[in-house]
């Protein structure tokens, strides 16, 4: 798409829609979204910012196992390193970006195992909802 402002309102609207259906999914222990209520700086976002990007993270409930089954599972994000691109993506800090440091510092650094994160692009927010939970309905 052309236009970087469409495309940037509809990543925004997408990964809002994603944040606040995953943060009432019981096999979702947190999502870390600035669009939320109960993110840390979500008041300073709303100032400073027209919509709150097209990245968040979640954590799965069961560890970093669950969480790579999940990943494993998606069909319309691409498992990928980065998180830039046409597509919706998904990766797992702790075996990409995160992987060269030891278990002590990633939890340091408040970056679990089972947590993912999430690059949404221009797909239809209802379907990567529903791509998102089945995945997590079928990793157990």
Same mark, same amino acid.
């Given at each position: 798409?052309?236009?970087?402002?469409? !495309?940037?309102?509809?990543?925004?609207?997408?990964? *809002?829609? =994603?944040?606040?259906? =995953? *943060?009432?999914?019981?096999?979702?222990?947190?999502?870390?979204?600035?669009?939320?209520?109960?993110?840390?700086?979500?008041? =300073?976002?709303?100032? *400073?910012?027209?919509?709150?990007?097209?990245? +968040?993270?979640?954590?799965?409930?069961?560890?970093?196992?669950?969480?790579?089954?999940?990943?494993?599972?998606? !069909? +319309?994000?691409?498992?990928?390193?980065?998180?830039?691109?046409?597509?919706? +993506?998904?990766? *797992?800090?702790?075996?990409?970006?995160?992987?060269? +440091?030891?278990?002590?510092?990633?939890?340091? !650094?408040?970056? /679990?195992?089972?947590?993912? !994160?999430?690059?949404? /692009?221009?797909?239809? %927010?209802?379907?990567?909802?529903?791509?998102?939970?089945? %995945?997590?309905? /079928?990793?157990?």
């Amino acid at each position: 798409m052309r236009s970087p402002s469409v !495309r940037v309102e509809r990543q925004n609207a997408g990964a *809002q829609a =994603l944040a606040e259906a =995953l *943060q009432r999914h019981p096999k979702v222990a947190r999502v870390l979204y600035p669009g939320l209520p109960d993110y840390p700086g979500h008041a =300073l976002a709303r100032r *400073q910012m027209r919509g709150c990007g097209g990245m +968040l993270t979640i954590e799965v409930k069961g560890g970093g196992e669950a969480a790579t089954r999940v990943a494993d599972r998606l !069909r +319309l994000f691409a498992l990928a390193p980065s998180l830039g691109g046409a597509e919706s +993506l998904v990766t *797992q800090p702790c075996t990409s970006t995160h992987h060269g +440091l030891t278990p002590e510092e990633r939890a340091r !650094r408040g970056v /679990s195992d089972a947590m993912l !994160r999430l690059s949404v /692009s221009l797909e239809d %927010a209802a379907d990567l909802i529903t791509d998102l939970e089945a %995945a997590l309905r /079928s990793a157990g």
